[in-house]
């Protein structure tokens, strides 16, 4: 697969990768898309917003945080659509093995 910068392609994932580094990369190029970021931030407000406590600890205010959502999986299967810059180039040349591409 040739895969340019400066394109809009379709991955879908074909196979899951055995190592835990090619998951963890393939969960952050998913994360790229913009729908997810979008989602991601309202999220990340949402949790400012209602979800985390603030109490007083050491004489100070203290904010306990809840854990961040995750909004993408990686399965057989699933698609993502990103714009391929060349900064990502390299993650996406680590994972192709296990990516289709569709322009």
Same mark, same amino acid.
């Given at each position: /697969? &040739? %895969?340019?910068?400066?394109?809009? %392609? *379709?991955?879908?994932?074909?196979? =899951?990768?055995?190592?835990? &580094?090619?998951?963890? *990369?393939?969960?952050?190029? /998913?994360? /790229?898309? !913009?729908? %997810?970021?979008?989602?991601?931030?309202?999220?990340?407000?949402? !949790?400012?917003?209602?979800?985390?406590?603030?109490?007083? !600890?050491?004489?100070?205010?203290?904010?306990? !945080?809840?854990? &961040?959502?995750? +909004?993408?999986? =990686? &399965? $057989?299967?699933? *698609?993502?659509? +990103?714009?391929?810059?060349?900064?990502?180039? $390299?993650?996406?040349?680590?994972?192709?093995?296990?990516?289709? $591409?569709?322009?």
């Amino acid at each position: /697969m &040739a %895969i340019e910068a400066g394109r809009k %392609i *379709t991955f879908t994932i074909t196979k =899951v990768p055995a190592r835990q &580094a090619q998951r963890k *990369t393939l969960t952050r190029l /998913m994360r /790229m898309q !913009r729908s %997810i970021q979008n989602g991601l931030r309202r999220l990340s407000k949402r !949790r400012e917003r209602d979800l985390n406590v603030t109490h007083p !600890r050491a004489g100070r205010e203290w904010t306990s !945080r809840v854990k &961040a959502t995750k +909004l993408v999986n =990686v &399965a $057989a299967g699933e *698609t993502f659509t +990103l714009d391929v810059t060349p900064q990502i180039l $390299a993650d996406l040349r680590s994972v192709e093995q296990f990516l289709s $591409a569709k322009v």
